[in-house]
Each structure stands twice: as structure tokens, then as C-alpha cells.
């Protein structure tokens, strides 16, 4: 049950729709929830305030979650608001738990306004960034050539010649997506199909060997000026027009939460699984539409493996739909029966906590931390241990927020069993977050929330008196590192307590192996991963975007596990921010160190795609994937599709620019140009599918 009041005298606290009730006869851990108020009522002298409750759904056992108020200042709409829900209760079944009401504290709408205000700015200040970031990057390092490499090249330039006349001319290959779709019966298609993966293969394989050094040191020159412009990859998650239902069928409901409903979806296209957010937009609500809109931009920003990430987005008449990665294996709150080892729990917190430094370090409060906040996206059983672990992404971002450091925040959001004192108090930083977690631990370690009540009141009562039970049998029974990690959490005093930076560096995950477990691939399983990574060569900005919106939307999940564990196992910091001395030597562990030493300025050159210094995570899976199974015909098919707005089958300079820039501006679209004029065999500036695909299967 979440709150978004606060404790201080002339707040109000909402009663607590569920209680946690704890089976203590029960051997297992288990939470029982009840029922303890049907019904909410809430009064208010100063507005109408709407209120989305909590969606009783089948799921009797479901306890927290937040209640968000939706404040109308203007007292002339109430009547206006109070017609709308009564039409929509009519309408719509799944809205039939809202609860309409008055408020009736003082402090109310100053708070929230408060919080609105502050999304208001974020807002102005996200919408730059929606657009092209272009950004000076620190200067390139030029690599001279020996003479026996000039003879290795000279050679390397007869024998390119000799395969280029024995390449197949793609663009004479007929347009089987676009030309012959319509016409041809189904076993055509596929035989065309079939076909035409086949030259591809055979055009890779050719191309592979022709591309060493000469076309290395061609692209090297040519594109390395295009690497200082960075056109940040958030710009490919774009708000798409018309009805979501038609490109993703909607499979079944996953759970309700205070602003909509989720479901998975399958992407018709691709066929692929994402999870889809439906917001009902409150009619000349701004204030609504304000938070659906922080949501997206916070979660564009995010490129983390235990971070959801968001597909793409719709802004429709009547709702938002934000479609994001799908977790199949549900929330961590399905999951509190089971007892965990120390192990189990290591690796599990290591993710949660690599995940919030990250936020943290990126000024984001996610503030609404909880086991239905957490999901579990894949669960991998260690062959030595013979123990599960759960991977894990946090989502909902509904009252994340973008926060200036050193700046006290007021707004009181958040849950009841997890929300930290200092919030009640209405003075916090990100440390609410760490708090959070604290609570998370000890639930999944003793069974019941630190902090608990009959009802929100008397939870909001505990935490603040602030004492819990630090004897507890089930945490005396546990290691002295994890007792200690759970102290150092739940300590009140915000400069003591630890933050989710230190917290990967404390003595439990170094025992438990929270790290190591979670890189534990064997070194023959990450050869060929090294050697793309070590090849990865110069590629356009234009080739560049395109592979990211690939590796973006259709996971490669091959591929994935084993990257992201030796993305971690670089990462010696935990936070999956990739530093060039961390790459560097984890890269001498595996290969030679004159090799890594001669490569790494300009791999760090071409993996920082968004030139800040640091690589991210799907900046390192980019480099590392098989680019031939990631740029297959289906794939590219998805991107030129994502490119070709008009559906006319053809590709321009203005339509690229309008996908992946928005704004005008003449050095990119120079570049543009130039990528194009490749593969523009007739130079009208139009390219096809074909062409298409041909510079694309240029990059290796
Ligand atoms: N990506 C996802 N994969 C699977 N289930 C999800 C996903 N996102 C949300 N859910 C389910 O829907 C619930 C509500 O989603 P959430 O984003 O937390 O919305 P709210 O802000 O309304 O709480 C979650 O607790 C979870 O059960
Ligand atoms: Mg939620």
C-alpha cells in the first residue's frame, strides 16, 4: 500500500488497504495478505482530487502499493471531474475499484504540488535531449603504418579487387520484401527467401576476408570525425503514431499498478515479448499526463541490465502506452516463500544495488522501491552450486525523479513498509532509495517487513519510532556481513547510512560471491565475443545507429547472457559504467597485452557511442554480438521498416534524419549523405531495401 502523504501533523496518511499478516506456524516464510478497509474516503476542502486505487486484482496476496493523487485546482471542474468518473466507472470495468472523494488535510496540494512543479522542470529540461546531442569528443589518436604493414596492404588491395568482381551485385538482387511480396505465392517467398540468405552468407563471407587492413584504415580515417559527433541512442525510442494493438497483440494482464494496467504482448513483427503499460489519460489533466511523460523520459535515459528498458512509446486520444522489455518469471514478490542463501542473496542484491548506483550516479531517485517493484527476468541454475539465481530489472518509474545533487527533496512518495523516515520528514536525498532496499533484505530474510502496522498508520507509526527487530531468530541465524549489510541500510541517520555505490563494496557480496557468480562463464565460452570486440571496426554514424536500434529492440538472446557476464566481469566497480582502465585490464587477462594496448583507444573510441566517457551496457553488446545473426535480413527488415515512416519501400536522407534526429541539423545530414551515396548505385539519394541491407552487412 503506498502513500503519498506524510507523517508530519497535517498530513494525512491513507489507510493501508492490506495488511501483512505473518504465518509464524508457517516453517516457510509467508506473507498473508487481508483485506483491512474496503474502501477509501478522502476529503478536501482545497480540490478535487481523483484518486487511482489500488486494482484489487485475483491476486489475493498482493500488500503495497502507491495511491497517487491527481489535484485540480481549479474548483470549477469539480463537477466537470465528477461527471467524467462517473462515466467511466460506467464504461469501464477495470476502473470499477477508483475511489472518488475530498481531501482533507492542509499540507496536501503544497506537496504535491511541490513534486509537480519539480516534473515540470525535469520536463523542460529532458525535452533537449529528446533531440540531437552533438558533442565535441576529446581528440583521436592517430596510429602510423609500418612498411611491412604498406606490403600486407598493398597485397590485401589486388586481392580486394579480384573479390570485388566476383561479389554478387545486391542491387540487382530482386526486392523480395518490397517488389514480389504481393505477388508471389507463399513458397515462392520462402524460396526467395532462402536464396537470398544464402548470397548474404556468401557476401559476408567474402567481405569478411577482403575488410582488413587497407578497408581498417580506410574507415579509420573516414569515420573517425563522425565518432566525435554523438547522436545519443535514447533518440530511437520515439513516440509512435495511431493504435499500438495493431503492431503488438496483447497476450494477458500481468498486474495493475496505481496508474494502469500491464500486459504482454507479442510484437507482430519480430515476434517478440515486451510488456505494455496502458495509462488511462485523465481527461484536461495536465498534472497526469506530466508524470506518464517524466516516466518515459527517465527510462530513455537508462542503459543498464537491471534496469527495464523501454521499446518504444504511444501518446494515443484516450491513453499512454509505454511498451518495455518483457520479465517473464514475475515480480521478487512472488518469490518471499522460498528461503534464500547467503549466495542467492548476494547475487540478487548485487544486481538490485548495481542498478540503483547507477541511477544515483545519473541524479535519478527511483523513490518507489518494493518487491512488486522488482522483477526477475530469468533465473539460472549454477552448475557447481546447484542453486538458482535470479536476474533481475527494476521498473516502475512513475515517481522516479531526476534530482540536483546536494538538493533537499520534500515531495512524500512512496510505500508504506518501504518508505524511509527522512521522507515522512519531508527532507531526503537518494539515500530514501538505499533505505528501501534495507527493507527488501530484511523481508526476504526474516519474512515479515521491518516496519509493520495494522494498517498505513500504524506502519508509518513504527517507522518512525524506528526501532525493528535486529534479533530476530531468522536474522541471528544468518551471517554476521549480511546482519551487518541489513544495519547499515535501515540506519536512520542519512549521512551513516550506506549508499548504493558503497553497498557493492561491502563485505557480504565479497564473501558470497555476489559478483563473481554472476560473471561465471568459462573462457572458452568468450573467444569469439574478444576477438568482435578486438575487431570491431569503424562504422558510420549512420551504421552505428542502425545496429544499436537493432541490438536494441530484438534482444540477441544467444548472445546476451554471456556478453553481459563478461561485461561485468570488466566492470570491477559494480555500477556498469565501463571505465577504458577497467576494459583495459580485464582485456589483458585474455589477450596479449601489445595487442589491447595498440586497440583499446580506438575501440573506447568507437564503444562510447554517446562520448561520456564511460561505455554502457548496450554499447559493450554491440561490439561483442555476432553482427551477422544481429544484421540478418529479418532484423534490418525491422529497422528499414522503423526508418520508412511512408511505407514507400525506399530510404532518404530527410526520412533518416527524421527517425533518428528530429531536428535539422546540416553536419549529420552530411553524413547521412555520405553514408547513402555508398550504396546509391544511381546517385538519386534513394536507396531500397537491398542497398540498404548491403551497407549494413558492411559492418562487422
Ligand atoms: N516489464 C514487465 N514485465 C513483466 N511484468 C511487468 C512489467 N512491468 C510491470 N509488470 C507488472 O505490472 C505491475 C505494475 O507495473 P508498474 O510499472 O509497477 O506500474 P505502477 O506504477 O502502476 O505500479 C508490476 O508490479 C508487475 O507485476
Ligand atoms: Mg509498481
Given at each position: 500500500m503506498g502513500i503519498c502523504g506524510s507523517s508530519s501533523p497535517d498530513i494525512t496518511i491513507v489507510p493501508n488497504k492490506y495488511t501483512l499478516d505473518v504465518?509464524?506456524?508457517?516453517?516457510?516464510n509467508c506473507f498473508n495478505a487481508k483485506q483491512s478497509d474496503s474502501s477509501i474516503k478522502i476529503n478536501s476542502s482545497e480540490g478535487v482530487v481523483k484518486k487511482t486505487d489500488i486494482q484489487e486484482n485475483n491476486k489475493t496476496n498482493k500488500k503495497s502499493d502507491k495511491i497517487l493523487f491527481n489535484i485540480?485546482?481549479?474548483?470549477?471542474?469539480k463537477e466537470e471531474v465528477k461527471k467524467e468518473e462517473v462515466k467511466k466507472e460506467n464504461n469501464n470495468i477495470q476502473n470499477n475499484n477508483k475511489i472518488n472523494g475530498e481531501l482533507s488535510f492542509k499540507n496536501k496540494n503544497q506537496i504535491i504540488n511541490n513534486d509537480n512543479n519539480d516534473n515540470k522542470e525535469n520536463n523542460k529540461n529532458n525535452k533537449n535531449s529528446n533531440f540531437l546531442n552533438v558533442i565535441e569528443s576529446k581528440g583521436t589518436k592517430k596510429r602510423s603504418i609500418s612498411t611491412h604493414e604498406l606490403s600486407e596492404i598493398k597485397d590485401l588491395v589486388i586481392k580486394k579487387e579480384k573479390n570485388k568482381e566476383s561479389n554478387p551485385k545486391l542491387s540487382e538482387i530482386k526486392k523480395v520484401m518490397f517488389d514480389s511480396s504481393t505477388i508471389k505465392s507463399k513458397d515462392e517467398k520462402e524460396k526467395d527467401e532462402k536464396n537470398q540468405n544464402e548470397k548474404d552468407k556468401k557476401y559476408q563471407r567474402r567481405n569478411k576476408k577482403s575488410t582488413t587492413l587497407v578497408e581498417k584504415s580506410r574507415l579509420e580515417s573516414k569515420f573517425k570525425e563522425e565518432m566525435k559527433l554523438c547522436v545519443l541512442?535514447?533518440?530511437?525510442i520515439e513516440e509512435q503514431r495511431g493504435d499500438p494493438t495493431k503492431k503488438y497483440k496483447i497476450l494477458k494482464r500481468l498486474g495493475d499498478g496505481s496508474y494502469g494496467t500491464v500486459y504482454s504482448v507479442v510484437n507482430?513483427?519480430?515476434g517478440m515479448s515486451a510488456a505494455m503499460k496502458k495509462i488511462e489519460k485523465v481527461k484536461e489533466n495536465e498534472i497526469d499526463d506530466l508524470e506518464i511523460k517524466n516516466e518515459i523520459d527517465i527510462l530513455k535515459k537508462l542503459d543498464h541490465p537491471n534496469i527495464v528498458k523501454i521499446y518504444e512509446f504511444y501518446d494515443t486520444l484516450t491513453d499512454f502506452f509505454i511498451v518495455t522489455e518483457y520479465?517473464?518469471?514475475?515480480?521478487?514478490y512472488g518469490y518471499i516463500k522460498n528461503y534464500y542463501s547467503e549466495n542467492q542473496l548476494a547475487v540478487l542484491f548485487y544486481q538490485v544495488f548495481s542498478g540503483l548506483s547507477y541511477l544515483h550516479e545519473n541524479n535519478i531517485l527511483h523513490r518507489d522501491l518494493k518487491l512488486e517493484n522488482i522483477m526477475i527476468s530469468d533465473i539460472e541454475k549454477d552448475l557447481n552450486t546447484k542453486e538458482d539465481y535470479f536476474w533481475i530489472k527494476i521498473i516502475d518509474f512513475g515517481t522516479a525523479k531526476i534530482f540536483k545533487r546536494n538538493k533537499i527533496e520534500k515531495a512524500v512518495v512512496g510505500s508504506s513498509y518501504y518508505i524511509a523516515p527522512e521522507v515522512l520528514k519531508q527532507k531526503y536525498n537518494e539515500k530514501c532509495d538505499t533505505w528501501s532496499v534495507g527493507v527488501i533484505l530484511y523481508m526476504l530474510i526474516v519474512g515479515r517487513a521491518p516496519f509493520d502496522g495494522k494498517n498505513d498508520d500504524e506502519i508509518i507509526e513504527s517507522i518512525k519510532i524506528g526501532v525493528y527487530n535486529n534479533k530476530h531468530p531468522k536474522l541471528l541465524a544468518r551471517s554476521k556481513e549480511v546482519q551487518n549489510l541489513v544495519s547499515c541500510l535501515l540506519e536512520r541517520k542519512i549521512s551513516k547510512r550506506l549508499s548504493a555505490f558503497e553497498a557493492l563494496n561491502h563485505p557480504f557480496f565479497t564473501k558470497f560471491n555476489g559478483r563473481a557468480l554472476f560473471c561465471n562463464f568459462n573462457e572458452h565460452e568468450i573467444q569469439s565475443y574478444l576477438d568482435n570486440l578486438l575487431n570491431y571496426k569503424f562504422q558510420s554514424k549512420f551504421q552505428q545507429l542502425v545496429l544499436a536500434f537493432v541490438v536494441h529492440n530484438i534482444p540477441q538472446s544467444k548472445d546476451t547472457r554471456i556478453i553481459l557476464k563478461l561485461f561485468r566481469y570488466f566492470n570491477k566497480k559494480g555500477n556498469c559504467k565501463l571505465t577504458k582502465e577497467e576494459l583495459t585490464t580485464g582485456l589483458y587477462k585474455f589477450r596479449n597485452k601489445n595487442i589491447v594496448d595498440s586497440a583499446i583507444d580506438d575501440i573506447f573510441l568507437m564503444l562510447d557511442g554517446d562520448n561520456n566517457g564511460y561505455i554502457e551496457y548496450e554499447e559493450f553488446l554491440r561490439a561483442c554480438i555476432d553482427k551477422s545473426t544481429a544484421l540478418n535480413n529479418d532484423n534490418l527488415k525491422y529497422a528499414f521498416k522503423f526508418l520508412d515512416k511512408d511505407n514507400s519501400g525506399t530510404l532518404s536522407v530527410d526520412k533518416i534524419m527524421k527517425a533518428f534526429v528530429k531536428k535539422g541539423n546540416d553536419t549529420l545530414k552530411d553524413i547521412f549523405k555520405n553514408s547513402i551515396q555508398e550504396v546509391d548505385k544511381d546517385n538519386d539519394g534513394i536507396i531500397s531495401f537491398n542497398d540498404f541491407r548491403e551497407l549494413m552487412r558492411r559492418v562487422q
Open positions: 504465518d509464524n506456524d508457517c516453517q516457510k485540480q485546482k481549479n474548483e470549477n471542474k541512442s535514447q533518440t530511437l507482430n513483427q519480430t520479465c517473464k518469471r514475475g515480480e521478487l
